[in-house]
């Protein structure tokens, strides 16, 4: 399938630490998404990287996209004890003309104060 | 701006009850709406999506349905339910755009925590 595998499953660091998480994926994509879910919530859209970019910033945030690795690496800087959640991958199918995201099982952040 | 309800916020229901989890959006028009199940520690697998009224397309077959009476009413069904139902349930829905248009961005319900005994 399609879906996104994060690596590793679960990170926890020191407040102030930065947190490296990777993305791997199988197919072509138009594009790939990070989100990122508090215990027992919802989840929220962090940032997007399109096929033909390489780099991406969002105040701490900043995306890497290798479409020849097919992996994204996120990167949250300087991180603080309310980063503390599970973070996405996201990514569609570029051979699909399906409005669809496939996921991947997160990796579980904990920064401690 | 746009907002997404999802009730209820926690369910527990017996093996063999039915279902029924309702979602609304405000503030747009015809969204591409999305029902997604997580699994304890899993990913989340997409169940349902819908680019329209009464166009529901599965993505895996199951114990459930859905249905959108309302252009921006999303509803998740069972008859009987089993234990294997149990899960986190997210809504969600991203710009309108039909079939033919790859998501950048979905907006996510609080989710919905059923546990079946």
């Known amino acids: 399938s399609q879906q996104g595998e994060e690596d590793p499953q679960a990170l926890s660091i020191q407040e102030g630490e930065n947190a490296t998480m990777n993305c791997s994926y199988k197919?072509?994509?138009?594009?790939l998404q990070w989100y990122r879910q508090n215990s027992g919530r919802g989840l929220v859209h962090l940032i997007l990287?399109?096929?033909?970019?390489r780099e991406k910033h969002s105040g701490r945030l900043r995306v890497t996209l290798d479409t020849s690795k097919k992996s994204s690496s996120l990167l949250i800087t300087a991180s603080r004890a309310a980063d503390t959640a599970s973070y996405f991958c996201?990514?569609?199918?570029?051979?699909?003309?399906?409005?669809?995201?496939?996921f991947g099982r997160g990796t579980q952040l904990t920064v401690w104060p | 701006s746009q907002t997404i309800h999802q009730w209820p916020a926690t369910l527990v229901q017996p093996v063999g009850s039915p279902l029924s989890l309702e979602c609304t959006v405000e503030g747009t028009s015809n969204p591409n709406l999305y029902w997604y199940r997580q699994a304890a520690g899993r990913g989340l697998q997409l169940l349902f999506y819908s680019v329209g009224i009464g166009q529901i397309s599965s993505e895996v077959p199951q114990n459930l349905s859905a249905s959108r009476p309302q252009d921006r009413q999303f509803i998740l069904s069972s008859k009987k339910l089993l234990l294997s139902d149990s899960g986190f349930y997210l809504c969600a829905w991203s710009p309108p755009g039909g079939s033919f248009v790859h998501v950048e961005k979905l907006f996510f319900g609080s989710g919905t925590q059923l546990s079946v005994l």
């Open positions: 197919t072509s994509i138009n594009n």
């Open positions: 990287i399109r096929s033909n970019e």
């Open positions: 996201a990514t569609d199918d570029r051979g699909s003309t399906l409005g669809r995201l496939y």
